[in-house]
């Protein structure tokens, strides 16, 4: 089955600057990667998504980047706010597949 | 987008009952929805796949005796955690997908989740 790893587990950064979080998964036909964000104590919440026939999307701050090659996906979060504090995670899956998800990336947003 | 509804948000039990969770999507139709379990600072664990109208698919390592799950309706699934004891005090979180015309759009739609505390 797929298996989808994710780095780093907790990431701190200065507020106006740049996050990214990696994630690499095991099955080639897997062909969806969403991104979820999850504050605590609540549900987590899409943020963006890829799929296989696309290497890159954007919208506003956050941008995610696919390398099938590689099996490797990114989130990238630029000009960082105070509210951008969570859990970050990724999936991936195929077809109508369960979401299998990453271990979760805690991103702090430092003032 | 696509509602679902979890109901409820959090509940506390003594050991050895019965706890029913439900899950509903409120403005669409899903056969297919999730239950995922989240330990604190964790991921969020595959427990099911609930299926409407047929037997729940479970991953390894879940009870199915120990966590019923029924799916009676295309905006209904349950799930009863069965003579709950203090290791299943954990977050459960549902979740489905929001089908167009047939079609699977891929985003993944999810509850608000429920906290169970077993005493």
């Known amino acids: 089955g797929e298996n989808v790893e994710q780095h780093p587990s907790t990431l701190s950064v200065q507020e106006g600057d740049s996050a990214v979080i990696k994630c690499t998964y095991s099955d080639s036909a897997s062909n969806y990667f969403p991104w979820y964000k999850q504050e605590l104590g609540k549900r987590p919440q899409l943020i963006i998504d890829i799929r296989s026939n696309v290497g890159e999307k954007k919208d506003q701050r956050i941008a995610v980047t696919l390398n099938k090659t590689a099996k490797h996906f990114s989130l990238h979060i630029t000009e960082t706010q105070p509210e951008d504090s969570a859990v970050y995670f990724c999936a991936a899956e195929w077809g109508n597949t369960p979401l299998v998800f990453g271990k979760g990336t805690r991103l702090s947003v430092i003032a | 987008g696509a509602v679902v509804s979890q109901h409820p948000s959090w509940v506390i039990c003594k050991s050895g009952t019965s706890v029913k969770i439900e899950c509903r999507s409120l403005?669409?139709?899903?056969?297919?929805m999730f239950w995922y379990r989240q330990f604190p600072k964790q991921s969020l664990m595959l427990m099911a796949t609930s299926n409407e109208g047929s037997k729940a698919t479970y991953e390894q390592g879940v009870e199915k005796d120990k966590f019923l799950i029924n799916h009676a309706s295309l905006t209904l699934s349950t799930l009863t955690v069965t003579s709950a004891h203090p290791e299943d005090s954990s977050f459960y979180i549902c979740?489905?997908?929001?089908?167009?015309?047939?079609?699977?759009?891929?985003?993944?739609?999810f509850g608000e989740g429920s906290r169970l505390t077993v005493l």
């Open positions: 403005d669409f139709q899903a056969t297919t």
């Open positions: 979740s489905a997908r929001a089908l167009t015309g047939g079609l699977n759009t891929g985003e993944l739609f």
